[in-house]
T-cell receptor, first 114, second 115 residues
Framework: AQSVTQPDIHITVSEGASLELRCNYSYGATPYLFWYVQSPGQGLQLLLKYFSGDTLVQGIKGFEAEFKRSQSSFNLRKPSVHWSDAAEYFCAVGAFPGTYKYIFGTGTRLKVLA | GAVVSQHPSWVICKSGTSVKIECRSLDFQATTMFWYRQFPKQSLMLMATSNEGSKATYEQGVEKDKFLINHASLTLSTLTVTSAHPEDSSFYIC???????????FGSGTRLTVV
């Protein structure tokens, strides 16, 4: 079955500390992987995506993610967290080509301590 | 570029009335639009997929007659919640797929409260 798992529901880090948000997927074909961020009461903003090629992808706002096929993971990282990074983060795998639907993880809520 | 405008951002309606939510791609043509529902502190639940000029495809368990979706043009899709009830209160988000790549752009969402 196709699925995306984000094991951490909540994560709290201090401002300036490093961050890693975990994402594991189960998908039968080549995965198209995404990380989105959602601020309260807002839509989703794309942070980065992986389709192929270099397994370390850079995104906006200083985020990066590494695709590890052997571990079926696509973890999101940031070396130094800012207070404005507090939000909900969603990992998703896209059914491309085909239905073009996203399968979203359950999300990780990030809290940043001053 | 790649902006999706969703209106209204919030709406309060009386039980039994209908509410229409619009999703517009402002600077690109959207071959496919998706409608999601999000409950508080939960992930997004795909409700339906709409392609321009054809009937929407609804996910299992989503009432077609309750949630009417129209994708009349390559830049506009609408979701109408018919005969709304308090249990329909939720956050609804649309997204649009560009024909040129696999990037999706999300609207800012609509908070629906049925009283």
């Amino acid at each position: 079955a196709q699925s995306v798992t984000q094991p951490d529901i909540h994560i709290t880090v201090s401002e300036g500390a490093s961050l890693e948000l975990r994402c594991n997927y189960s998908y039968g074909a080549t995965p198209y992987l995404f990380w989105y961020v959602q601020s309260p009461g807002q839509g989703l903003q794309l942070l980065l995506k992986y389709f192929s090629g270099d397994t370390l992808v850079q995104g906006i706002k200083g985020f990066e993610a590494e695709f590890k096929r052997s571990q079926s993971s696509f973890n999101l990282r940031k070396p130094s967290v800012h207070w404005s990074d507090a939000a909900e983060y969603f990992c998703a795998v896209g059914a491309f080509p085909g239905t073009y639907k996203y399968i979203f993880g359950t999300g990780t809520r990030l809290k940043v301590l001053a | 570029g790649a902006v999706v405008s969703q209106h209204p951002s919030w709406v309060i309606c009386k039980s039994g009335t209908s509410v229409k939510i619009e999703c517009r791609s402002l600077d690109f043509q959207a071959t496919t639009m998706f409608w999601y529902r999000q409950f508080p502190k939960q992930s997004l639940m795909l409700m339906a997929t709409s392609n321009e000029g054809s009937k929407a495809t609804y996910e299992q368990g989503v009432e077609k007659d309750k949630f009417l979706i129209n994708h009349a043009s390559l830049t506009l899709s609408t979701l109408t919640v018919t005969s709304a009830h308090p249990e329909d209160s939720s956050f609804y988000i649309c997204s649009a797929r560009r024909a040129t790549d696999y990037g999706y752009t999300f609207g800012s969402g609509t908070r629906l409260t049925v009283v």
